[in-house]
């Protein structure tokens, strides 16, 4: 998958600014990571491959500037997404533009997605992308089959982890719900943030163990993770790490510290058995070396955390902004669980609650972009695209289209009641076969979550708040047996104790 890409923060109010001080600490745009997914897979076929300024006629814009190509274009429209929105909307599903003085076309249709996609083709492009920016080489070539052996075992490590710590996930989810419930008049604390330490914690213990039931352990892991996003999406963009010498040292100091916790947990765990089975468990049943058990617990690590701060924040967006949506999703739980624990048997139940994640999904456009290399030349739409042309899935452009979905701006779960848009999802990445094990895993954390909030929560928004970005929000409890949300980019929130 590629990744998501809400607007940036306002500026915090008072109360929150501590929160917001540090470059680090928000959630990355996720728009930041397609554009510089685009640079790295550029930068690849520019070394790899002979330049081609193959125009092909497929509709589009000519390069801008001689050197740059479109990239004035793209910093102009504020991001890619953004970039590519416009230039379909003018061109249609097929256009084409210039990076630097390589062609890049890009697809912002289903139909002509199912024409191009190769559902053969092993590589997850959000996984090549961190792998890249990581500097990690050992799966990104290689024997077909020994990528397929090793991607089986990942995600069937994420599988047999989740369904082994999924007590552990319930803890959590109940250890938040306390928290907000237990905050005292007038304390702020922002949302996603709260969230983000939601998803490492779930992410950390799920992947490495008990060792991170220390919260010195995950606030350290916070930290470094922090450290290595910001460059990510900062960095490695505008090429001002290697010019900056001191964050260039705190990036990798950050980096060398992640790695030197997942070889410590990797000795500690080999040839051990352990209550609870965890991913890297699973990655050293198989036959990957050092190196590679390193890579994939890094990428989970790195990529869950973010995928599932996502989702969880921007479904309980969409909770507070649909009364009706929440008091079925409300009276779905009461249904299934009664007074009763959640269980994996009863999340298979859940249907609506999964209908809310898929339309979260989509509405929010958690996943604006994805990317692949034209490596045989193709055809689509009677379009000839060139061998070795940078091909861009406008995923976001996609979830928006009104000839597939139905009043596409509308958050409406009870879409996916019908068969079509289920497939539609599936095809994009975000449901079935194609989608990617951290996906998998965000789903499973945010449908516990979002139960053991709605059977003890209401939330609606307060009247007076314009600005609809969940970015950072802040709590606080009130004097009227009411406990507000105050959310900074968001509209204010009531979260009424149901009694």
């Not at 929105?85 to 997605?113: A, C, Q």
């Not at 890249?132 to 077909?144: C, P």
Request: a neutral charge; one cysteine or more; hydrophobic letters at 40%.
């Amino acid at each position: 998958m590629a990744a998501p890409g809400p607007p940036l923060p306002a500026p915090p109010r008072a109360g929150a600014a501590a929160a917001t001080a540090r470059p680090g600490a928000a959630m990355l745009d996720f728009a930041i990571f397609a554009v510089t997914f685009l640079l790295i897979l550029v930068g690849a076929v520019l070394y790899l491959c002979p330049a081609s300024r193959q125009a092909s006629g497929i509709p589009g814009l000519a390069p801008t500037d001689e050197k740059d190509g479109n990239l004035p274009d793209i910093t102009a429209s504020g991001s890619l997404h953004e970039f590519l929105v416009n230039l379909h909307e003018k061109y249609g599903p097929l256009v084409s533009f210039w990076f630097g003085r390589r062609l890049v076309v890009s697809l912002g249709s289903i139909d002509l997605l199912k024409q191009h996609a190769n559902p053969n083709r092993l590589l997850d492009p959000f996984e090549t992308m961190l792998k890249s920016f990581l500097r990690y080489q050992s799966s990104l070539n290689g024997d077909t089959g020994e990528s397929h052996l090793r991607r089986k075992l990942y995600e069937n490590g994420v599988t047999k982890s989740l369904q082994s710590n999924f007590a552990l996930i319930q803890k959590l989810s109940e250890e938040l719900l306390a928290k907000w419930l237990s905050l005292p008049e007038a304390q702020h604390v922002p949302l996603c943030q709260h969230m983000l330490g939601f998803a490492m914690k779930s992410v950390t213990q799920t992947a490495m163990g008990s060792s991170f039931e220390d919260d010195r352990e995950v606030i350290r892991f916070r930290r470094n993770h922090d450290a290595i996003w910001f460059e990510i999406g900062k960095g490695f963009l505008d090429g001002s790490l290697d010019k900056n010498m001191t964050r260039k040292k705190l990036y990798e100091d950050a980096l060398t510290e992640m790695e030197s916790t997942l070889r410590k947990v990797t000795k500690e765990r080999r040839g051990r058995s352990f209550n609870r089975h965890v991913l890297v468990d699973s990655l050293l049943q198989g036959s990957l070396s050092d190196q590679q058990i390193l890579e994939d617990a890094m990428i989970f690590s790195l990529a869950g955390c973010v995928i599932t701060a996502n989702l969880c924040t921007w479904a309980v967006y969409f909770l507070t902004t649909s009364k009706d949506v929440q008091q079925n999703l409300y009276k779905e739980v009461d249904r299934v669980l009664g007074k009763g624990p959640i269980t994996p048997e009863k999340i298979e139940q859940l249907r609506y609650c999964r209908q809310v994640l898929c339309e979260t999904v989509r509405t929010a456009k958690l996943t604006p972009i994805a990317a692949q290399l034209q490596e045989l030349e193709g055809r689509v739409d009677q379009h000839t695209i060139p061998k070795e042309t940078l091909v861009l899935y406008a995923l976001g452009v996609m979830l928006q289209d009104s000839s597939s979905w139905p009043s596409p701006y509308k958050f409406d779960p009870e879409r996916f009641n019908e068969e079509s848009a289920m497939k539609n999802l599936s095809m994009l990445g975000f449901s079935g076969s194609q989608e990617c094990p951290e996906l998998r895993f965000a789903y499973m954390v945010a449908t516990v979550l979002l139960t053991v909030l709605v059977r003890k929560l209401y939330l609606h928004p307060v009247k007076g708040v314009l600005n609809h970005t969940p970015c950072l929000g802040t709590f606080s409890n009130s004097t009227d047996g009411h406990i507000k949300v105050d959310l900074i980019c968001m509209p204010f929130l009531h979260l009424l104790l149901d009694l």
